[in-house]
């Protein structure tokens, strides 16, 4: 189809272009009518420039449009070129001093929390940094894309409104100027006549709503037949319907559904097929049918071509609009004036309107282009915002009503606006006084709850989750009128006071819908079945709580407001008890001659509700009348003479008798929805206006009625009032011992009633009950919470209840109350209270759980026996009450509370069984002691001639009345301080007394003398300190103890190591790490050890003994035993890396013979160093294997290792494995044990004999392939070839291992090769020897790298498991080629050796530039063993070693040499001084004269001896290394301490000169030939001439990217970062690959990728490129560490940003600023080093299960 439509398009598109948009443009200046002119070219042109095909192409419809559709708009509008006039237009303008710029999905967004009006006052990065509000404490968020910039808003910053970008011109800013000044006349007529024409154009087109026929200016002549299925966005269906249905009903692969689906998601709809209408609506029908059955369908529309066309462009033409009226701030108003005109059908009819009244109706892109011009015109242009807020909140019940039905998030509704209006106090009041908002906002909330019960309050349903979808919805009215209240009126006008107090009407109105809802009634006798619904109840009081209290900080700034609204809550109070006390009987109670009349009710029985908005909005208004004073200058003008208190405590109290007995268990039967309500109900998100307003109603009730009556009514709603007014309740009880549960239920009765007097009297610390101050409030809820114990800064912040900004106010008082420390590298910052704080600690604060006040009261003892103090916890001293609370305190010495103690404490002394508990008793002692301190004070502050009538001390003294005369209270606690059960209270008696003493004296003395006070106290110090003392001496006894019994244990053990010298000698042999032991044995110590070559050190054969795990038996390590082997893990590795690009293409036919040095990519080994058997081992895994079978049969999700790779875990350790490394002796001494003749050959004559030898067995091989077709001819070759002397080709010597080391070796080796190359394991492939040997050489070179990085010595203290790895490792790859086959090894040894020492059989060899020096070496000095064992002529193995390494090493330096960068400034130290300076010169010259002067010319020498010497580090340490595990020789002490460089030890270890150039001295003549057929190669030459590049020496270290100091500055680059794929799309999960700092759009469908025939995600994708297999990366928005291996492993790691208070912020949800901690990145990167980020992971996974479900391949 596409084909036919080529040839025709390309003719149209030349005929567009050939439309001149200046004459277009003077046609329309000439016109009559304009508006029919610009119709009907937009008619002509728009269908033929948009949707031509089914495939549209954005970028050639923007260029065809701009040239010839907004190219004569621009012309028009200028009326000259308009690269001309816009430029103008611009430099007439004065820039705006708002930014305005509109943030991107993911966008950092700043908002200081000292300075903002309120939270959503925000700066984007760019303002921020360049403001004062970077040194303030800010905090950061990421956007949900959509707000916009609040730069130059001087209404939303306190100070520092300006940035200094924006601050330049607000000088003049005074004065508000008209931006038209700044245009000609006629420019302002064309821009009203060409804006008005198409924005009109635009409105009327997107809000079309017909399908097939256009508005009738816009319909076209000839009407093809073309048509789209359109498909639209909505929140209802997942992903994976829409591409499953997709499939079915447009037949396209899974890739194009993929792509359709993120597209309808990105842009709100999506063509999905296009032809005539038929092919479309069948289409349509199918995804409709497909889409129906559980929800409503998707909506897909099938539209004509020329429709959407029109469309497309509409939305073209409001960006274009966007973009025009940023030169000037003239054309902005106009554009504001076009849009809000009224248009021609009255109100509402102005396009803005008529966008807004659409808005759920337009698709998600539609929404977000208008919504973005309304951003830059309206909302940027003060008076128009004025004109546009009013606008808005005359359509607000209708706006909310579409936004109720529509199904798309808020952010993408025009809803969203409000923030922008409403949170701008001067908008706010405006629209307040003008259109009654807060009334508006709460009506429409209310018209949208609709169920109510009898009664008329609120009644939810079963919340399910569409309910919840409805209720979110709901939920975002009570934002809006939130951010009306944000902001504080500091004046009030008439106006503002009669309209906030009709808003308040309202909202009593809604809260009187609240009051009593969701009421519950106890079960009896069975389990309720069905959980009533609860939490639609308790989602709408915790969005309300903020709002409840703005509307009383609101009322307490104006007394007359406060007033009104006191009177009107009282009122309504009213109306809601008169309808709840009719059906009750009155009762009357009496108790110690005190009678008071109250109702018969029993929480127990009826129905009671936790839900109380309006007593406790009365609650918080009583106490600000007392804070501000209002009671006591308008007394006249309150009703607190009507006030009746037991109608104002009665639900209160109700509620709390409900939270105790629910406490006693006495509600089990109701389940968990009311244990539910009961927590929200304490806890911190609700407390505030829920339990602790309780409290408050309570003491208001208190203090206004007699304490005795309250009492009497408690005791009574707690249904205890029987057991206090019978005497002799205790002796009845136990005399019939009833049912245990009841006495049990009463008891814990008692004690929550005894708890809630107690927090009656106390809790004084919220301002206008007590004389404090709100930070005294704070600092006494952090006090408490840090008397818990020590707790990191979020854990406190979570801890206290935030306001409406979200500020906890904890940092102003955090310093004067706790200590803060720092956290190490793990754990976070922790702050611990300051010991001077811990008086304060009351036992009974009322916020602590159950659980919390055990704790605190442990913790706080646990103190005090530290410091050597009594244990007590008594009460502290509290502040005073404020007048209207001050009569609380009666409450603690009216009759009837001294008879409820009374009676407690004679049960205490009596011990009837179990009428009584602790509990009981410890409360009692706590409130006796609140009386005393309370007496104490009123003491302490007494005026003169000032009665007192606190008497508490004088109360208890006195015995009771006949006739039972019980004793008196003090009385009984002088008997209670001596009963021996009561060890635990003795403390808290004993200070109660001593307090009743002080008291007594205070009284009698009242200023007279204050001596006889101290002597007392005197008399106690002296007792407590010959307790002390004898605490002391008891100690001192028990230290000596114990030293004695330490001195006899050591003693004992010398004997025994003496009596068993042999036994401790074999453990020390068997310490890992051998070589430390060594150097302690004398033969070794004096002479310098040598690691290699004829004069190699010879140390004593050890005997090596291990144990294995599994079996616990111990065996000696030997030749022919059982196979011993330490479970390894092989990886493939590119840490050392220097180039991540490079990819095997085919690893069937891949050679790895060779190593470039760029070492892209090696296989690495490391293993926990643990010892099994081999047999063991095997029956273990064959063990794995079979439950890994059953179990896939069971469950379906991932282990955290993966068997079918062969993969198990230590069954020690648990670390992943997926081989094992046969333990072997060291097998040089085997190989090594023929006659050796002393002269050794050197170094030439060496080469010359290999060489022979390789010739030979070239010849041999070569015959052995042509068959033997003439056996007669070959027997006279064989004559003639002239075989080397001793050496015998056809010898194959016999293998030295038992059965089950060779199985081992095969193993390992297989398993080597297998995860190397990525292959099917084979043993017989030849190139398994060589991957051995690489992985060898890689692991070695790794861990050099690691100890050189931390400046570590070479051969300092190595963890044993290293060690064991490197040492078995070494010994398993040289013994490797005795399961391989000889003729194989042979031939790599040829190979490998051909590429220094040229032989003309090789082709294709890698030039000595592209070749890893140190993996030849082990490759050479490996394989060399497989050609020795044929050559009988007396050379030993160990010389091989020697001349190999001397040649390697040679090699490496011309290697350095060549690529070594001469300096500019060489440092020119004239001639050459040292005889390494004039050698390396010689060198070089060398060098040049071969190379044909291509090196260039240097004259120092002694850089170059400088850069050799640095360059050739790394190998010595990696050949030290490697020949000190092979050969066994200890390593010298001068290399085990960390110092310089140690280069001449190391050149002694390995027997090299110390001048390295001596060796080519030696060797002149063979070097020099050698030399110079390296510099022959054509790849030397073109590396010469600049051609190609080569590493350089010394490789540089590899390290994970460089991350910025400030964490914000990432969030900024993953905003800008689009997904690769979806076009200019922004990334949902943008990831940082932490190796190579690429980003990444991960965890979506559009970058997944397929690998090895599976789908995955960007990240796993990116691991096998980068990282072959593992990767590190972190999550830019969720700031967290993510850890890869392979598709199915991974986990998350914390991240190495850490904000001020030490902790991480993973999922930035506190976004207090991140900073960059160096120590957790290095920590980071070492497990990146050591290769053990898969083993991190398995550790991970093993001890998180719920990690092994997540689909880690698709991140």
């Not at 639609?536 to 007359?560: G, N, P, R, Y």
């Not at 400034?1465 to 390396?1480: F, L």
């Amino acid at each position: 189809m596409a084909s036919e439509l080529e040839p025709e398009v390309q003719a149209t598109e030349r005929t567009l272009l050939e439309c001149s948009a200046e004459e277009t443009a003077a046609k329309w200046l000439q016109a009559t009518d304009l508006t029919k002119e610009v119709y009907q070219h937009l008619a002509h042109y728009v269908p033929k420039i948009y949707c031509r095909g089914p495939n549209p192409f954005p970028q050639k419809e923007d260029m065809l449009a701009q040239h010839v559709l907004l190219g004569p708009m621009e012309w028009y509008l200028c009326g000259e070129d308009p690269a001309l006039g816009f430029p103008k237009l611009e430099q007439a303008n004065k820039p705006s001093h708002l930014c305005g710029r509109v943030f991107k999905v993911g966008e950092p967004t700043y908002s200081c929390r000292d300075c903002a009006v309120d939270p959503t006052c925000v700066l984007c990065m760019e303002c921020f940094l360049g403001s004062i509000h970077k040194d303030h404490r800010y905090r950061m968020t990421t956007s949900g894309g959509g707000g916009f910039c609040d730069c130059g808003d001087t209404e939303a910053w306190k100070e520092g409104p300006f940035c200094q970008k924006h601050e330049l011109n607000s000088a003049g800013m005074e004065v508000e100027e008209d931006p038209l000044v700044h245009l000609s006349e006629d420019v302002i007529a064309r821009a009203y006549n060409i804006f008005a024409i198409i924005f009109q154009y635009a409105v009327e087109i997107l809000t079309w709503e017909k399908e097939s026929e256009l508005p009738a200016d816009l319909e076209m002549i000839e009407k093809s037949d073309t048509y789209y299925c359109m498909l639209f966005n909505d929140e209802v269906h997942t992903y994976e319907q829409v591409i499953y249905t997709l499939q079915k009903a447009v037949n396209c692969t899974q890739k194009e559904a993929i792509g359709f689906a993120t597209t309808v998601d990105r842009d709100g709809r999506r063509s999905v097929r296009y032809g005539d209408f038929q092919y479309c609506d069948q289409a349509k029908s199918v995804i409709v049918r497909n889409t129906s059955r559980q929800t409503k369908p998707l909506k897909v529309q099938v539209m004509h071509s020329s429709i959407v066309a029109h469309q497309n462009f509409g939305l073209k033409l409001l960006s274009w609009l966007g973009s025009i009226i940023g030169y000037s701030d003239g054309l902005r108003r106009i554009l504001c004036q076009v849009g809000l005109q009224e248009g021609p059908d009255g109100e509402n009819s102005s396009l803005v309107d008529r966008l807004m009244r659409t808005d759920s109706k337009l698709w998600k892109g539609a929404r977000s282009v208008y919504h973005q011009l309304f951003m830059s015109s309206l909302l940027m242009d003060l008076k128009y915002k004025k004109l546009f807020a009013v606008r808005f909140a005359k359509n607000y019940q209708q706006l909310q009503r579409d936004f109720m039905e529509d199904d798309h998030e808020r952010a993408v509704s025009v809803t969203a606006l409000s923030v922008q209006f409403f949170t701008a106090p001067t908008l706010a009041r405006m629209l307040i006084t003008e259109e009654n908002l807060m009334t508006t906002i709460i009506k429409t909330f209310m018209d949208h709850l609709k169920q109510r019960d009898a009664q008329g309050r609120f009644q939810f349903e079963r919340y399910t989750a569409l309910q919840a979808f409805k209720f979110r919805r709901v939920q975002s009215l009570i934002l809006d009128l939130k951010y009306v209240l944000i902001s504080k009126p500091t004046e009030w006008s008439d106006e503002l006071r009669q309209k906030f107090l009709e808003g308040f009407d309202a909202f009593l109105e809604l809260l009187k819908c609240m009051q009593g809802m969701d009421p519950i009634t106890r079960q009896v006798g069975q389990h309720i079945e069905m959980e009533p619904e609860w939490e639609a109840a308790f989602t709408l009081q915790m969005k309300l709580t903020h709002v409840i209290s703005m509307m009383q900080d609101w009322c307490a700034l104006d007394e007359k407001v406060l007033i009104e609204a006191y009177k009107k809550c009282l009122a309504v109070l009213t109306q809601c008890h008169g309808g709840f006390t009719d059906g009750e009987q009155p009762v009357t109670l009496s108790i110690c001659g005190h009678s008071v009349e109250t109702i018969r009710y029993c929480v127990s029985q009826e129905k009671v509700s936790i839900h109380l908005p309006i007593s406790r909005l009365l609650a918080g208004l009583h106490v600000l009348l007392s804070k501000s004073e209002v009671a006591y200058k308008f007394p006249e003008l309150l009703p607190l003479s009507e006030l009746s208190p037991p109608m104002l405590i009665e639900h209160p109290l109700r509620c709390l008798v409900l939270c105790a007995q629910v406490h006693a268990g006495m509600w089990r039967r109701n389940g968990f929805s009311l244990v539910n309500q009961i927590y929200y109900y304490h806890n911190v998100k609700c407390r505030r206006e829920m339990f602790d307003k309780d409290i408050v109603m309570l003491q208001t009730g208190v203090s206004m009625m007699d304490p005795n009556h309250f009492l009497m009514i408690m005791l009574s709603r707690f249904e205890l009032y029987q057991i206090f007014s019978s005497p002799d309740y205790g002796k009845r009880l136990s005399a019939e011992i009833t049912h245990k549960d009841v006495v049990q239920q009463n008891n814990t009765l008692i004690e929550e009633m005894l708890y809630l007097i107690i927090m009656l009297v106390g809790e004084r610390y919220s301002p206008g009950v007590g004389q404090v101050s709100a930070m005294d409030e704070i600092k006494r809820e952090i006090i408490h919470q840090l008397s818990i114990k020590p707790m990191a800064h979020s854990e406190l912040v979570k801890s206290l209840p935030e306001d409406e900004n979200k500020e906890t106010g904890m940092e102003s008082v955090i310093e004067a109350v706790a200590h803060f420390r720092k956290p190490g590298l793990t754990g976070r910052g922790m702050y611990e209270l300051k010991p001077e704080c811990a008086k304060e600690f009351n036992l009974y604060f009322y916020h602590f759980s159950r659980a919390e006040q055990s704790k605190a009261e442990e913790a706080q003892r646990k103190l005090k026996r530290q410091h050597r103090e009594d244990s007590a916890l008594p009460p502290p001293v509290l502040p005073p009450f404020c007048p209207l609370f001050a009569s609380l305190v009666n409450i603690l010495q009216s009759d009837v509370m001294l008879y409820i103690m009374g009676t407690i404490l004679r049960w205490a002394v009596e011990r009837h069984g179990y009428a009584w508990s602790e509990s009981m008793l410890q409360r009692v002692l706590h409130l006796i002691g609140m009386a005393l301190q309370e007496e104490k004070q009123h003491l302490e502050n007494a005026v003169e001639e000032h009665v007192l009538t606190f008497t508490f001390t004088q109360k208890i003294s006195k015995p009771g009345e006949a006739p039972n005369n019980s004793p008196s209270i003090l009385a009984m606690l002088e008997t209670l301080q001596n009963a021996p059960s009561l060890e635990v209270h003795k403390d808290m008696i004993r200070w109660i007394l001593k307090t009743f003493n002080t008291i007594k004296k205070l009284r009698e003395s009242s200023s007279t003398s204050p001596v006889v006070e101290t002597e007392g106290t005197i008399m106690e110090e002296s007792t407590r300190d010959k307790d002390k003392a004898e605490r002391k001496r008891k100690a001192e006894i028990a230290r000596l103890r114990r030293e004695k019994i330490m001195a006899q244990m050591s003693e004992m053990q010398r004997h025994f190591i003496d009596e068993n010298r042999e036994l401790f000698q074999q453990t020390l042999e068997l310490d890992a790490s051998a070589s430390a032991v060594l150097d302690s044995s004398p033969m070794v110590s004096d002479t310098a050890l040598t690691a290699l070559g004829p004069a190699q050190t010879q140390v004593p054969e050890q005997r090596q003994f291990v144990t294995c795990i599994l079996c616990q038996e111990e065996q000696e390590v030997t030749e022919e035993s059982r196979a011993m082997v330490l479970a390894a893990f092989i990886q493939r590795s590119t840490v050392l890396s220097k180039n991540r690009t490079k990819f095997i293409q085919d690893p069937e036919k891949y050679d790895p013979l060779f190593m470039h040095p760029d070492l892209s990519c090696g296989t690495h080994t490391g293993s926990c160093g643990h010892v099994m058997h081999a047999h063991c081992w095997q029956r273990y895994f064959d063990s794995v294997q079979a439950k890994e079978q059953r179990r896939q049969q069971r469950l379906r999700f991932h282990t955290s290792y993966d068997v079918e790779s062969g993969e198990f875990l230590c069954p020690l350790c648990e670390c992943l494995s997926n081989t094992v490394i046969p333990l072997l002796l060291p097998p040089r001494s085997i190989f090594n044990r023929r006659l050796i003749f002393s002269d050794q050959p050197s170094l030439a004559q060496w080469i010359r004999t290999i060489s022979q030898q390789i010739k030979a067995l070239l010849v041999l091989r070569k015959e052995e392939s042509s068959s033997n077709a003439a056996t007669s001819k070959n027997s006279e070759n064989r004559n003639e070839l002239e075989l080397p002397e001793g050496f015998k080709p056809n010898f194959h010597p016999k293998n030295p291992y038992s059965d089950s080391i060779k199985e081992m070796l095969t193993t390992f080796g297989t398993a080597t090769y297998k995860v190397g190359l990525k292959v099917h394991p084979n043993e017989e492939d030849p190139r398994v020897p060589i991957m051995c040997w690489g992985s060898c050489a890689y692991t070695i070179q790794s861990i050099e790298r690691i100890l050189s990085d931390e400046d570590k010595p070479l051969f300092g203290p190595l963890p044993c498991r290293l060690d064991d790895c490197l040492r078995s490792l070494t010994r398993f790859a040289a013994a490797h080629w005795t399961v391989a086959s000889l003729p194989v090894v042979q031939g790599h040894f040829c190979k490998l050796f051909a590429a220094l020492v040229p032989n003309d059989s090789y082709e294709d060899l890698p030039c000595i530039l592209d070749i890893d020096m140190f993996h030849l070496l082990v490759g050479l000095v490996l394989a060399l063993p497989a050609l020795q064992c044929q050559d009988f002529s007396g050379i030993s193995l160990s010389t091989g070693d020697l001349h190999i390494f001397h040649l390697v090493t040679m090699a490496h330096i011309v290697q350095i040499l060549f690529t070594s960068r001469p300096e500019e400034n060489g440092m020119d130290q004239g001639n050459p001084t040292s005889e390494e300076e004039s050698a390396v010169l010689s060198l070089y010259r060398m060098l040049q004269q071969y190379t044909g002067s291509a090196l260039k010319a240097t004259a120092s020498g002694w850089h170059l001896w400088r850069s050799v010497k640095a360059g050739i580090m790394p190998f010595l340490k990696c050949s030290a290394l490697f020949f000190h595990y092979l050969n066994g020789v200890p390593s010298p002490p001068d290399l085990q301490v960390p110092g310089t460089s140690h280069f001449e030890h190391l050149c002694n270890y390995l027997s090299l000169p110390t001048n390295l150039f001596g060796l080519f001295q030696e060797n002149r003549e063979i070097m020099n030939s050698l030399i110079e057929s390296w510099c022959h190669d054509s790849e030397v030459k073109r590396y010469l001439r600049g051609e190609r590049d080569a590493i350089s020496y010394p490789r540089g270290a590899n390290k994970l990217i460089d991350l910025p100091e400030d964490y914000s500055s990432l969030i900024n680059q993953a905003s800008n970062f689009s997904c690769p794929k979806s076009g200019g799309d922004k990334s949902r999960a943008p990831t940082l690959c932490l190796v190579c700092g690429s980003l990444l759009c991960s965890q979506s469908y559009c970058c997944q990728t397929e690998l090895e025939g599976e789908d995955v995600g960007a990240c796993t994708a990116h691991t096998y490129s980068c990282g072959s297999g593992a990767g590190i990366f972190l999550r830019v928005r969720e700031c967290q560490v993510l850890f890869l291996a392979g598709k199915t492993k991974g986990c998350f790691y914390s991240p190495p940003y850490l904000d001020d208070y030490g902790e991480t912020d993973q999922g930035l949800r506190r976004g207090n600023p991140l900073h960059l901690c160096r120590e957790r990145f290095k920590k980071i990167q070492k497990l990146w080093q050591q290769h053990s980020v898969t083993e991190e992971i398995g550790h991970a996974q093993e001890a998180n299960q719920t990690l092994v479900g997540i689909d880690w391949q698709h991140l």
